[in-house]
């Protein structure tokens, strides 16, 4: 059965310090949480301090480390650039993939994620592979289409085994860090919709076993009932998953 997970995207936010405390102050929050807690907790700190935070995160506990992007091939020449092995080595246990900042900034295509997708893989990271709609295609009514695409372009290419290791995230363009969150009712709606594709695509268990996170604008306040739809499994935070104490309600939320 699938896993409920609240990952925590920091983007390119906090220093090395800032970062420690941050974590010294989770950790401690979760502490009362962790037993008998079904929840993942995965943290994605910017690449300096990966290895720095990974080795604070208790070992065993409910706290993961992920990145939130990686270079498609194994290594080589790519300077500035950072190789899934690589981040395996740190001890990542996730990497984030497709997210709208490095599809609109960095003009990440299908192809070239697809490719990511493969090489995280390899290296056996589980991706957290992004999709989601602009406002332009939401109110042009083309939200289902345009994400059915972003599926089948970027993901459905990968084989039943691979899949198994996908985390899908829905993350509505215009309610990321703009504190507009979509409606649990939208939400729910199009992650039935993701889930719908996947078993046509791969099968109806796989489908149900896929953890589908909702990303834009989560905070403490309305975490409980966008986690209470059926088909939202947990959620991809930003700004506030860099309060330990927000951070903390939201994976109280289950
Ligand atoms: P936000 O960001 O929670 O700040 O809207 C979410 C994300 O971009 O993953």
Redesign the pocket.
Known sequence: MRKNIVAG?WKMNLTLSEAQALVTEITSLVAAEAAGSTVEVVVCPPFPLLSAVGQQLPQGGMLHLGAQNCHQKESGAYTGEVSARLLASVGCEYVILG?SERRQYFREDDEQLSQKLKAALAAGLKPIFCVGESLETREADDTFDYIGRQLKDGLFHLSNEEFAQVVVAY?PIW???TGKTATSQQAQEVHAFIREQIARAYSAEAALNTTILY????NAQNARELFGQTDVDGG?????SLKARDFTEIIKSF
Request: proline share 0%.
């Open positions: 995207n997210h993350e309610a990321i860090g990303g834009g604008s989560a991809l935070i930003g700004g506030a």
